[in-house]
């Protein structure tokens, strides 16, 4: 039997970090990660077959559970069918059907191939369709890898402390404007989109403050500017519309990922039909990709937004309750300074006296005692994020028993941490 030490080893010889996405290393909790076998609902199993109840969920790609039966299924039988043609298919007609249905601003969708690629086409698209430049975002916000997007991201960039990244030039940032998160930004005519997270959840859990997200609405009319939500996350998660139909704002235009592809690669980019005709083959803003609207991917996220309800989201925010007063008082009880944020079906876990509201706040969270709680938790068979800026994801296979067993090991594990502290 192989052990996830030797498979390490193994990784990193031909692999940087041993991994194929930065955030999946242990870099900023210590040591090195486990390597999963199989996976199946709320658990994940290792290759040395240690258990562990999975919070991770692919960073919110899984929503039903890991290898839910009706997913699989739909798979296994598109494969048969082939894997990708060059050529358009049904399934990618009745998953643009979908997303127009259920995403209130959405009126034309182009899918992709991850999230990355989806912010990567609004901004192009937004720039093409405004003519100008300039883009806004937020300290904090994490909206994939591209090169004007990662200055001051969130997540992985948060956990490394980079400032964006080495390899990526000036002039690809120069037209990129940092603000806080939760304040309204003055704008003026050379700002061509603001590209926000409506809920933040790649700093830990931020919310958006009272009249934020409208007033960010009524600043980029004023101006002319296009405003984009990253609903990578939030989208069919906190509800089949997402954040907008929850809080009541609409943008112009929407990048969605994650739930979508099923955990299947996918990515969507939506929006008012005036200003996502700027792509081709319609419009001048150039966007392709040979795999996009992949025949499996399509199969995975129909079954999945097939199954996705409000009965469904109402079940996942009681856990997400449940679990969310449960680790509070478990880590209170503890001793621990730490805040447990919820939002809908979303929860965070900071390390702090006070919940934090922007990037500054945010990176107050004590890693260290992160590190500490996420190790006595693995132990225990509970894997949360390595990173004190991921967020957690219960979904459907998060029962109230398993999110009981969840916060009775959290329990244990503060009581460990504190323990140790002295
Ligand atoms: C995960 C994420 C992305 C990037 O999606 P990938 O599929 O990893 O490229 C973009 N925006 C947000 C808000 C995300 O959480």
Same mark, same amino acid.
């Given at each position: ?178 603000? $806080? ?26 919310? $958006? ?6 007033? &960010? ?38 990048? &969605? ?166």
């Amino acid at each position: 039997m192989t052990s996830n030490a030797e498979l390490f080893d193994r990784a990193c010889r031909v692999i940087p970090g041993g991994v194929s996405s930065p955030v999946r290393a242990f870099g900023s909790v210590g040591g090195s990660p486990y390597f999963v076998q199989k996976a199946e609902g709320a658990h994940v199993w290792d290759v040395e077959g240690n258990r562990y109840v999975d919070l991770v969920q692919s960073y919110g790609a899984i929503i039903l559970g890991h290898a839910h039966p009706t997913v699989v299924d739909a798979i296994l039988s598109a494969a048969a069918d082939g894997t990708s043609y060059g050529a358009p298919t049904e399934r990618e007609v009745l998953l643009a059907e979908a997303l127009v249905e259920a995403v209130p601003s959405v009126e034309k969708v182009r899918l992709v191939s991850s999230g990355t690629e989806a912010t990567m086409t609004a901004l192009r698209v937004a720039r093409g369709f405004t003519g100008r430049d300039r883009v806004v975002k937020f300290a904090g916000n994490y909206h994939g890898h591209s090169d004007a997007l990662l200055v001051a991201g969130g997540s992985g960039v948060a956990t490394l402390g980079l400032p964006g990244s080495a390899g990526v030039t000036a002039s690809q940032v120069a037209d990129t404007l940092v603000v $806080p998160y939760n304040v309204v930004p003055e704008l003026d005519e050379t700002v061509a989109c603001v590209i926000v997270e409506p809920v933040a959840a790649n700093m830990g859990l931020v919310p $958006p403050a009272e009249g934020f997200l409208e007033g &960010l609405r009524a600043e980029c009319d004023r101006v002319g500017a296009l405003l984009i939500f990253d609903e990578v996350i939030t989208g069919f998660r906190l509800g089949r519309g997402g954040a907008q139909e929850l809080l009541g704002v609409r943008p112009d235009l929407t990048c &969605l990922g994650k739930v979508i592809g099923g955990g299947l690669p996918i990515g969507a980019v939506g929006g008012r039909a005036a200003v996502m005709d700027a792509l081709a083959p319609v419009g001048p803003v150039y966007q392709a990709g040979t795999l996009s609207g992949n025949p499996l991917a399509t199969a995975a996220g129909l079954a999945a937004l097939g199954m996705l309800g409000p009965p469904v989201y109402e079940q996942i925010g009681a856990s997400a309750e449940q679990l969310a007063s449960g680790l509070s008082k478990a880590l209170g009880d503890a001793g621990l300074p730490a805040i447990v944020p919820r939002f809908g079906t979303l929860l965070g876990l900071f390390f702090g006296p006070d919940a934090p509201v922007d990037h500054d706040g945010a990176k107050r969270t004590d890693e260290e005692l992160y590190a500490a709680f996420f190790h006595e938790l693995l132990v225990r068979g509970v894997a949360i994020a390595p990173g004190a800026y991921e967020v957690l994801f219960p979904g459907v296979a998060h029962t109230p028993e398993v999110v009981d067993r969840i916060v009775d090991l959290a329990h244990e594990a503060a009581l460990e941490v504190a323990h140790r502290r002295g």
